[in-house]
């Protein structure tokens, strides 16, 4: 699918943060080097973070990217609309936005055997980095100079991403990457930032991949206000339960019976209580989905700590099963850390 894209009409526009209006052109030559180039740009684009559009009907960029994607033939149309998203994406953000080009890109994939049509928009910092020769009779109209070779050990340069469905070809709107957040954050409500966000005028779709993070990140605060629980125990508890129930569906239900287990009765009536107030109060009560344990970023199933003496422990799992426990002695935390060897990896 991702080999079959072919980019149709293609233009960027320049941001300057200082200046107040955007320095639009009316044309950009690709050669079919820099071409490559950005179809594998729009090709790592679809490994983001997933969106719906928050209102389709009042959606400024859906009807726009739709007007693009109906009109694919229309040049005077795209670079007009284009000059339009280029503009509102100035206006949605702040004055600390690092200058650069919004790129604009209408391209065609292959979807269940047929070509589907979308629209690809980017930003680049706007460095010299990117060599672009300028028309000297029409200044609006530029070419590339050897920007593939430049970028391709650059693809830091490329600031934020987002590819756009206007169609039915797959169940999101939006699937959108943004410089800067962690592989941690993907599939969650800080993917990219909140500038970007309206700009898009998307909310988080809610899948099973989203859903599996969301029940860790929340099972862990659940459980930070109960003094009787070890919250990242619990999270590692959690994890442990999805990878071993990996493409089978899980209720919200089935882990509360797994973190809410207690020797007391009583206690665990308690936590369980606590557990459905809380999945109410984040609309997660009751919910199923699919495990997929191969969402969960790696950094996610280490816990990490760092004492007022700077001294740092990393472990994966839960404590008991890393060989380490934590008590209170007069007034002070003791770590207790049980190996049968120690290596030096300094």
């Known amino acids: ?39 594998e740009m729009i090709s790592e684009s679809s490994r983001g973070t997933k969106y719906l559009f928050v209102d389709e009907e ?11 994607v109906d009109n694919l033939d229309d040049n005077d149309l795209f670079v007009q609309t284009s000059e339009q998203i280029a503009h509102n994406f100035k206006a949605q953000h702040d004055k600390r936005m ?32 990117l060599h672009q020769i300028r028309d000297e009779k029409d200044p609006s109209k530029v ?5 593939t070779d430049t970028l ?28 800067g957040k962690a592989n941690s954050k ?11 966000k309206k700009f898009l005028s998307v909310t988080l779709k809610e899948d099973n991949s989203v859903m599996t993070r969301k029940i860790i990140s929340h099972s862990k605060r659940w459980a930070e206000k109960h003094q009787e629980l070890v919250p990242s125990d619990v999270r590692a508890r959690v994890i442990k339960y ?16 797994l973190i809410c287990n207690h020797e007391s009765d009583d206690t665990k009536r308690r936590l369980k209580v606590s557990f459905d107030d809380y999945m109410d109060d984040v609309e997660l009560s009751g919910v199923q989905f699919t495990s997929k344990p191969n969402s969960i970023p790696a950094m996610e199933k280490k816990t990490k700590i760092k004492t007022n ?18 008590k209170k002695v007069a007034g002070k935390i003791v770590y207790t850390v049980t190996a049968d060897s120690v290596n030096d990896i300094s």
């Open 1 to 39: 699918m991702r080999e079959s894209i072919t980019i149709h009409k293609f233009i960027y526009h320049i941001l300057i943060t200082k200046d107040e209006k955007v320095d639009y052109l009316s044309a950009v030559s690709l050669s079919d080097k820099h071409k490559s180039f950005f179809q």
């Open 58 to 68: 009042k959606a400024t960029l859906k009807g726009q990217c739709k007007e693009l």
């Open 98 to 129: 690092a200058d650069g080009i919004v790129i604009v890109t209408t391209f065609s994939m292959i979807v269940n055997a047929q070509a589907q049509n979308f629209v690809a928009i980017m930003k680049l910092d706007y460095k010299p980095v």
């Open 143 to 147: 070419t590339f100079e050897e920007i």
């Open 152 to 179: 391709l050990e650059e693809k830091a340069a490329i600031q934020k991403r987002a590819i756009i469905d206007v169609g039915q070809s797959f169940e999101w709107d939006v699937i959108a990457v943004e410089r």
């Open 186 to 196: 993907q599939d969650t409500d800080v993917a990219i930032g909140d500038h970007f």
């Open 242 to 257: 999805i990878e071993a129930h990996e493409e089978q569906a899980i209720n919200v239900d089935d882990i509360k019976e």
């Open 309 to 326: 003496m700077n001294v740092k422990l990393e472990w994966e799992g839960e404590m008991k099963e890393a060989g380490i426990e934590r």
